[in-house]
């Protein structure tokens, strides 16, 4: 057999060595996650160690009763906050109500309610909130929206602003996506007739467009309109992506300090700003393992299938976005095989587009959005404006 020429050593060897190096990272990580999840031999305790170990670690049954204290608590604050529009004289500019809804498994999620005191309804839009937040935000949209005599509801994710689950922890956010289409079909029951749009803002933005995707969904639907998605969310580092996976199953609730982004500025309001980080119902903690598996899952779900979105749309988002991609949205609007799709990218402002300063002008062209959808019956729009 021919041996091998010096030069070809020189290229072999070197590869031969990274794959050592990555073969003994994997079994780094595989030894460490058996012996994570292997239980340990107890200890043996000598009777001088056995009184100072008086505090055993919490039972699930105290963790499960801490998370319902938890949920009662963020309820109340949810059920206190004043949702109702006064005009000077005192007359209310509008009928609301808060109420629970119950979700596919079971689960209690927080709503609210916003309808025109008189005038026959246009529309409907459904608010689906995003990451960390809740639907009592979105009063001042609410506002705008039933002045142009839309009604207006919104629901709480799991473990977001009043409903069931630990603060700021998503199991499953197919089951958001399931919750959302049970709200909408009941909804529907409710406002026979009425046309109705489903509206989400970041990662609320991948739950609608996902949940628009299922034909019977998007079948009750005039359309949807989404603010800032999250569709091409990347981890922030390779290596976070590939145990990501893992480790959401063997540590869901687990906290991950490194992609906590608080930091980074979602409003040019400072008053804005102020106002959602001290927003106790804002959940400002480090992402939970299982919460960011979940985002990663459905943006790489929804990049993978953007060419069979049919459903009609309005995307918006600022350029100067630092928490979600714009030229994903950008991407989504070429690619879309919807008639009736529609772009507006707004130079230089940031994430929450309807928290920047220029938010009433934003919430008009979603309400003329829609009166155009509505008045354009089979008729086709594809623009950018």
């Not at 246009?122 to 979105?138: P, Q, T």
Request: contains cysteine.
């Amino acid at each position: 057999m021919e041996q091998l020429t010096s030069g070809a050593s020189n290229r072999i060897i070197p590869i031969l060595k990274t794959l050592r190096a990555s073969l003994i990272f994997v079994y780094t990580i595989l030894i460490s996650l058996v012996l994570f999840i292997l239980p340990r031999r107890p200890r043996r305790l000598s009777p001088s160690t056995v009184a100072p170990l008086t505090q055993a670690p919490p039972s699930k049954c105290s963790k499960r009763r801490m998370e319902d204290e938890d949920t009662a608590r963020r309820r109340a604050l949810a059920e206190d906050l004043d949702m109702g529009f006064e005009t000077r004289d005192g007359d209310c500019r509008c009928r609301w109500s808060k109420f629970l809804f119950s979700g596919v498994r079971g689960n209690a999620l927080f709503c609210r309610s916003w309808l025109p005191v008189s005038s026959e309804l246009k529309g409907v839009l459904i608010i689906i909130h995003g990451l960390n937040e809740h639907s009592g935000r979105y009063a001042h949209f609410a506002r705008q929206l039933t002045s142009c005599n839309f009604g207006v509801y919104a629901m709480d994710w799991i473990g977001h602003g009043g409903s069931d689950g630990l603060h700021g922890y998503v199991p499953s956010l197919d089951h958001v996506v399931a919750d959302t289409g049970a709200f909408l079909e009941k909804l529907k029951t409710e406002n026979p007739g009425i046309p109705c749009f489903l509206f989400g803002h970041s990662t609320g933005g991948s739950v609608v467009l996902k949940a628009a995707s299922y034909p019977q969904v998007e079948g009750m639907l005039e359309g949807i309109i989404l603010t800032s998605p999250a569709l091409r969310v990347k981890p922030a580092h390779p290596i976070v992506g590939a145990v990501a996976p893992i480790f959401s199953l063997v540590a869901p609730k687990l906290q991950f300090k490194g992609a906590n982004k608080r930091g980074i500025p979602v409003s040019r309001d400072p008053e804005a700003l102020l106002a959602k980080y001290s927003d106790p119902l804002v959940y400002t903690g480090p992402i939970r393992v299982r919460t960011g598996h979940e985002i990663l899952r459905i943006s790489s779900y929804l990049m993978r299938n953007f060419r069979s979105v049919t459903v009609p749309f309005l995307v918006l988002h600022g350029t100067a976005d630092k928490v979600t991609d714009p030229l994903a949205s950008k991407d989504l609007y070429n690619e879309a095989a919807s008639k009736f799709k529609n772009i507006k990218l707004y130079d230089g402002f940031l994430h929450d587009l309807l928290f920047e300063p220029e938010r009433e002008e934003i919430a008009r062209d979603i309400i003329a959005w829609m009166e155009k959808r509505l008045g354009a019956g089979l008729g086709n729009v594809v623009n950018i404006w």
